[in-house]
T-cell receptor, first 114, second 116 residues
Framework: GENVEQHPSTLSVQEGDSAVIKCTYS??????FPWYKQELGKGPQLIID?????GEKKDQRIAVTLNKTAKHFSLHITETQPEDSAVYFC?????????????FGKGTHLIIQP | GAVVSQHPSRVICKSGTSVKIECRSL??????MFWYRQFPKQSLMLMAT?????????EQGVEKDKFLINHASLTLSTLTVTSAHPEDSSFYIC????????????FGNGTRLTVT
């Protein structure tokens, strides 16, 4: 089955700086890669996703890049703000239109220092 | 759009009792829902896939007789933890997607189960 590795486990950056979280996956058939933000005591919230037919996607301060050959994808957050502090999870799955659960990375605790 | 509601948010029960957790898709129909379990400071582990009108598919190592899943309608799936034990204490999270190709997964806010 799919295995997703996520690094780093903890990331501390100064407010206003950029943060980058990286993930690798093992199953070359995976074609859907979402990123979730989880705040304490809450469920994960989808913040951005990318499919294997594109290499990059951007939404305001958040961007995701995908390298299918190397089987890795990254989350980039620019101009970080205190409210960006949370745990971020990457995930991978094969999305063929049917029922499929996500395989998650272990998460990155992002800390924004004021 | 795409709101998933989970209830209750917290529950405390005694060992040996059963607890039911509900997961509802509020503004869309979900033929498939997923149940995850999350231990403190750890990732989400898929427990089972809930299919409307048919039996759930459980991941390896998850006891289907202990974690009963019912997906009776296109907007409701329930997870019942039977004969709960302290080791069942955890954060349980459901997710659902619209019955459309390539629609993303949306998660509920989770249920914190504590078994005393």
């Amino acid at each position: 089955g799919e295995n997703v590795e996520q690094h780093p486990s903890t990331l501390s950056v100064q407010e206003g700086d950029s943060a980058v979280i990286k993930c690798t996956y093992s199953d070359s058939a995976s074609n859907y890669f979402p990123w979730y933000k989880q705040e304490l005591g809450k469920g994960p919230q989808l913040i951005i996703d990318i499919r294997s037919n594109v290499g990059e996607k951007k939404d305001q301060r958040i961007a995701v890049t995908l390298n299918k050959t190397a089987k890795h994808f990254s989350l980039h957050i620019t101009e970080t703000q205190p409210e960006d502090s949370a745990v971020y999870f990457c995930a991978a799955s094969y999305s063929g239109g049917g029922a499929d659960g996500l395989t998650f990375g272990k998460g990155t605790h992002l800390i924004i220092q004021p | 759009g795409a709101v998933v509601s989970q209830h209750p948010s917290r529950v405390i029960c005694k060992s040996g009792t059963s607890v039911k957790i509900e997961c509802r898709s509020l503004d869309f129909q979900a033929t498939t829902m997923f149940w995850y379990r999350q231990f403190p400071k750890q990732s989400l582990m898929l427990m089972a896939t809930s299919n409307e009108g048919s039996k759930a598919t459980y991941e390896q190592g998850v006891e289907k007789d202990k974690f009963l899943i019912n997906h009776a309608s296109l907007t409701l799936s329930t997870l019942t933890v039977t004969s709960a034990h302290p080791e069942d204490s955890s954060f349980y999270i459901c997710s659902a997607r619209q019955a459309l190709y390539n629609s993303p997964l949306h998660f509920g806010n989770g249920t914190r189960l504590t078994v005393t």
